[in-house]
């Protein structure tokens, strides 16, 4: 009996000691969910800016690929042709060409001084020289005319294109490649001008002088008529 009350006395305590977990509680602190949740919504705030910047970065970055593209129309290779045989029209000038040098040994052989002087026979083949020379420059001149007219229609047409391909351009870069080839196709439109002027220029100078040659060769004829 003695040592039984002992063990009962002894389990008492840590009977009262060990809390059923049937009946363990859960403690609710406001301060801290309130504290979680703004945590949280910082963080998916965060998140969103982050989203929103890399966004950003991918429409800047596709901004500048369509920046970068080129123009996929191109009509340099047409005004060069174009350019090209206003050139060769110009250099296959017939007796006279565009050279200073060679104006200057022509004019001292057939439009003044001993060659306005010579014999009769030089005289007429002078004469008939410089008629050469008049009417070959005034075909000179029409062909460069021909040509420029015939550069018309491909100058509008590209013209057109570039029109086209500016309106329908995606980034910088082609809206200026389309500016400047539209700036070439009026260079070149300038140069057929320049062309024509000179040509025309030429046969009126040529015309000119070969009237002030037959009105100086008359003088001279008559004056040995009158000494003869």
Not at 44 to 49: E, K, P, S, T, V
């Amino acid at each position: 009996m003695k040592k039984r009350f002992v063990l009962i006395a002894l389990m008492a305590p840590m009977a009262i000691m060990i809390p059923p977990a049937a009946h363990a509680l859960v403690v609710y602190d406001p301060t801290n969910y309130a504290s979680n949740v703004l945590q949280a919504s910082r963080a998916l705030q965060q998140i969103n800016n982050q989203i929103q910047q890399i966004q950003n970065q991918a429409t800047s970055l596709l901004n500048e690929a369509r920046n970068l593209t080129s123009l996929p129309l191109s009509t340099l290779s047409t005004l060069q042709a174009q350019i090209g045989q206003t050139r060769r029209l110009l250099a296959s000038a017939q007796r006279i060409a565009y050279d200073v040098q060679d104006v200057q040994n022509v004019f001292a052989t057939r439009y003044s001084g001993a060659a306005l002087r010579g014999d009769a026979a030089q005289m007429v083949a002078n004469a008939d020289a410089r008629w050469h020379d008049s009417v070959d420059a005034l075909q000179d001149a029409m062909r460069v005319q021909a040509g420029v007219v015939g550069n018309l229609d491909g100058a509008q047409s590209s013209m057109e294109r570039l029109m086209v391909a500016s309106q329908s351009a995606t980034g910088a870069l082609q809206v200026a490649q389309a500016g400047n080839q539209m700036l070439a196709l009026q260079a070149q439109q300038l140069a057929d001008l320049t062309a024509i002027s000179a040509a025309q220029g030429r046969a009126q100078a040529l015309a000119a002088a070969q009237q002030a040659a037959v009105e100086a060769e008359s003088r001279e004829r008559f004056r040995r008529f009158r000494g003869n």
